[in-house]
C-alpha cells in the first residue's frame, strides 16, 4: 500500500494541473468568403437635358460624376461599362460615352487609371486596404454628342454604368 499512495499523490497533482509540460490547443477558424467589396451607392443616377451651350462647347461634355468605394484583402482593378438602350437618336452608342477617374484616395495605394472610352475600361488599382475605410476613387462621366442626330425631339438616350472589381494579384 505504499506504493499505492505515492501514486496517488501524483495523479492528484497532474489532475491540478502543477506539474509542468501540460499543453492545451485551441482550434481557430477564419473563413473569407470574399475578398474584395465594392460600393458604388454614392454615383446619383445621371440626368442630362442637353443645352444650347452643350452643343456648342468641346466634345465630349461632362454630363455627371460617379464616385465608388473598394474594401480589398488583394490586389485589385476597378473597371467600368456601359451599355445602352434602344434609343431615338440616330448614331448615338456607348462609344461616345468616356469617364475619367480624377481622384483616387484612402488606404492601399489606390491610383486613378487612364479611363476612356467604355469597353469595358480600367478607372483605377490598388491592394490590400485591410484596417482602413478602404480606397475611394472619383471621375466624370462625358459624353460626345458631335455624331448625334434628333429626328424627332426629344431624343431620350439611356443606358446603364456597370462598375465590377476583379483580383489582379499575380
Same mark, same amino acid.
Given at each position: 500500500m505504499r506504493h499505492i499512495r505515492p501514486v496517488a499523490v501524483i495523479l492528484m497533482t497532474l489532475s491540478l494541473g502543477w506539474a509542468s509540460g501540460l499543453s492545451q490547443t485551441q482550434t481557430v =477558424? /477564419? *473563413?473569407?468568403n470574399q475578398s474584395l467589396y465594392l460600393d458604388c451607392s454614392?454615383?446619383?443616377p445621371i440626368t442630362h437635358t442637353v443645352t444650347q451651350s452643350d452643343i456648342q462647347? =468641346?466634345?465630349p461634355i461632362t454630363v455627371g460624376t460617379w464616385s465608388c468605394n473598394v474594401d480589398a &484583402?488583394? +490586389?485589385? /482593378?476597378l473597371?467600368?461599362?456601359?451599355? &445602352? +438602350?434602344? =434609343?431615338s437618336v440616330v448614331n448615338a452608342s456607348a462609344n461616345d460615352f468616356s469617364e475619367t477617374c480624377t481622384s483616387a484616395t484612402g488606404n492601399g495605394s489606390p491610383t486613378c487609371g487612364a479611363g476612356g =472610352?467604355?469597353?469595358? /475600361?480600367t478607372l483605377g488599382t490598388g491592394g490590400? *486596404?485591410? @484596417?482602413?475605410l478602404g480606397a475611394d476613387f472619383s471621375g466624370n462621366v462625358r459624353v460626345n454628342l458631335s455624331d448625334w442626330d434628333v429626328p424627332t425631339p426629344? @431624343? /431620350?438616350v439611356q443606358g446603364t454604368i456597370t462598375y465590377s472589381v476583379s483580383d489582379s494579384t499575380p
Open positions: =477558424t /477564419i *473563413t473569407v454614392g454615383s446619383a462647347s =468641346t466634345q &484583402l488583394t +490586389n485589385y /482593378i473597371s467600368a461599362d456601359i451599355s &445602352l +438602350n434602344p =434609343t =472610352t467604355f469597353g469595358p /475600361i490590400n *486596404t485591410a @484596417g482602413s426629344p @431624343g /431620350i
